[in-house]
C-alpha cells in the first residue's frame, strides 16, 4: 500500500529533514577547527553546487533544455535569493567564530519569522493567528534552550548575526515565490551556490588558508550536509507555504543538542528539557491545526 501525503505534510517531513542535514553541517564545521568563516562558506557552497549541476545535466540528458529555462519573471528573485541567502550564510558564519554559540543560534532562528513575513510581502500568503502564536511560542522555546547572553561589546557580531537571520527569512520568501513560478529547484540552488562561491572568491584567492587532509574532508562533508539541506529545505517551500511548516525549522536545535551529546559530550540541562517540550508541543498544536483547517475546505 502506497502513503499518500498531503503537501503540507510533504513540506514538513522535508523541512525535519533540512534541519538535520544543517544540524550535522554545523558539527562537521566545527570539527574542521580554526579557519575563516569566508573559507567555510566556500567548502559549503562548492559541494551544492556540483550536486545541482551534475542534476541539472541529467535532467537536461532526460527531458531537454527547457528545464534548464528561467522563467518569465523569475530571474529577479533568483538574485534577491542569492543575495539574501550569502548574506544569511556569511552573518551566520561571522557570529560562530565570534559569538557564544547560542547567541549565534538564536539570532539565526530569526530566520522563520522574516520568511513568513517576507512570504506575505512577496506572495500575500495570509498569516494565520495560531501558526503566528505557536512560531512565537516556539521561538520563546528555543531561547530556554540556547539560553541568549548578548555581550553588546561585541555588537558588530551580533548585528551580523541578526543580518543573517534576516537573509536566510527573505531568502526562503524568494525560493517560495520562485516556486510559484515553477523555477526549477536545481537552478535555485546552482544559481545561489555559485553567487556565494563568486563572493568567496576573492578571499579565497588572496588570503587562503592551508588546511590539512583531515579539514579538507571534514568540510567537505559539512558541503554535502549543506547540499543536503538546501535541497531539502527549497523543496519544503515549493510543497507548503511558510507560515504552515516554518516552526519545524526549529527541530534543528533538538538535532543539535543530540548531535552535541554524541560528538562532543554536551548535556542539555532542565531549561533545554522544558525548551523541546515547549518547542514539540507548538508543532503538534500547529500540525493538527492545518489538518483541520484542511478537512474543512
Given at each position: 500500500?502506497?502513503?499518500?501525503?498531503?503537501?503540507?505534510?510533504?513540506?514538513i517531513?522535508?523541512?525535519?529533514?533540512?534541519?538535520?542535514?544543517?544540524?550535522?553541517?554545523?558539527?562537521?564545521?566545527?570539527l574542521?577547527?580554526?579557519?575563516?568563516?569566508?573559507q567555510?562558506?566556500?567548502?559549503?557552497?562548492i559541494?551544492?553546487?556540483?550536486?545541482?549541476?551534475a542534476?541539472?545535466?541529467i535532467?537536461?540528458k532526460k527531458?531537454?533544455?527547457q528545464?534548464?529555462?528561467?522563467?518569465?519573471?523569475a530571474?529577479?528573485y533568483?538574485?534577491?535569493?542569492?543575495?539574501?541567502?550569502?548574506?544569511?550564510?556569511?552573518?551566520?558564519?561571522?557570529?560562530?567564530?565570534?559569538?557564544?554559540?547560542s547567541?549565534a543560534?538564536?539570532?539565526?532562528?530569526?530566520?522563520?519569522?522574516?520568511?513568513?513575513?517576507?512570504?506575505?510581502?512577496?506572495?500575500r500568503?495570509?498569516?494565520?493567528?495560531?501558526?503566528?502564536?505557536?512560531i512565537?511560542?516556539a521561538?520563546?522555546?528555543?531561547?530556554?534552550?540556547?539560553?541568549?547572553?548578548?555581550?553588546?561589546?561585541?555588537?558588530?557580531?551580533?548585528?551580523?548575526?541578526?543580518?543573517?537571520?534576516?537573509?536566510?527569512?527573505f531568502?526562503y520568501?524568494?525560493?517560495?515565490?520562485?516556486?510559484?513560478?515553477?523555477?526549477?529547484?536545481?537552478?535555485?540552488?546552482?544559481?545561489?551556490?555559485?553567487?556565494?562561491?563568486m563572493?568567496?572568491?576573492?578571499y579565497?584567492i588572496v588570503?587562503?588558508?592551508?588546511m590539512?587532509?583531515?579539514?579538507?574532508?571534514?568540510?567537505?562533508c559539512?558541503?554535502?550536509?549543506?547540499?543536503?539541506g538546501q535541497?531539502?529545505?527549497t523543496?519544503?517551500?515549493?510543497?507548503?507555504?511558510?507560515?504552515?511548516?516554518?516552526?519545524?525549522?526549529?527541530?534543528?536545535?533538538?538535532?543539535?543538542t543530540?548531535?552535541?551529546l554524541?560528538?562532543?559530550?554536551?548535556?542539555?540541562?532542565?531549561?533545554s528539557?522544558?525548551?523541546?517540550?515547549i518547542?514539540?508541543?507548538?508543532a503538534?498544536?500547529?500540525?493538527?491545526?492545518?489538518?483541520?483547517e484542511?478537512?474543512?475546505?
Amino acid at each position: 500500500m502506497k502513503l499518500k501525503f498531503s503537501e503540507t505534510t510533504k513540506g514538513i517531513l522535508l523541512l525535519i529533514l533540512s534541519a538535520f542535514f544543517f544540524a550535522l553541517m554545523a558539527v562537521f564545521v566545527r570539527l574542521s577547527g580554526d579557519i575563516f568563516f569566508v573559507q567555510k562558506a566556500f567548502f559549503r557552497n562548492i559541494v551544492a553546487f556540483v550536486i545541482a549541476l551534475a542534476g541539472i545535466l541529467i535532467d537536461i540528458k532526460k527531458h531537454g533544455y527547457q528545464v534548464a529555462v528561467v522563467p518569465k519573471g523569475a530571474f529577479i528573485y533568483l538574485l534577491l535569493r542569492a543575495i539574501t541567502g550569502s548574506i544569511g550564510i556569511f552573518g551566520n558564519f561571522y557570529a560562530v567564530d565570534r559569538l557564544v554559540l547560542s547567541d549565534a543560534a538564536i539570532l539565526n532562528k530569526m530566520a522563520p519569522f522574516f520568511a513568513i513575513v517576507f512570504s506575505f510581502v512577496l506572495i500575500r500568503e495570509k498569516i494565520k493567528p495560531v501558526p503566528l502564536a505557536a512560531i512565537i511560542i516556539a521561538f520563546l522555546g528555543s531561547m530556554l534552550i540556547v539560553k541568549p547572553s548578548f555581550n553588546f561589546s561585541q555588537m558588530i557580531p551580533t548585528l551580523a548575526g541578526f543580518a543573517g537571520g534576516v537573509g536566510a527569512g527573505f531568502a526562503y520568501a524568494c525560493v517560495r515565490k520562485l516556486s510559484t513560478l515553477k523555477c526549477n529547484g536545481k537552478i535555485i540552488i546552482l544559481f545561489f551556490s555559485g553567487f556565494s562561491m563568486m563572493l568567496s572568491l576573492p578571499y579565497m584567492i588572496v588570503s587562503f588558508n592551508p588546511m590539512t587532509w583531515q579539514q579538507i574532508a571534514f568540510l567537505c562533508c559539512a558541503g554535502a550536509c549543506a547540499a543536503g539541506g538546501q535541497f531539502s529545505i527549497t523543496a519544503a517551500y515549493y510543497h507548503a507555504p511558510a507560515s504552515k511548516i516554518s516552526i519545524y525549522d526549529y527541530t534543528q536545535i533538538i538535532f543539535s543538542t543530540l548531535l552535541g551529546l554524541i560528538f562532543f559530550g554536551q548535556l542539555p540541562d532542565y531549561l533545554s528539557v522544558i525548551g523541546y517540550v515547549i518547542i514539540i508541543s507548538m508543532a503538534l498544536l500547529n500540525f493538527f491545526y492545518n489538518k483541520k483547517e484542511q478537512e474543512k475546505k
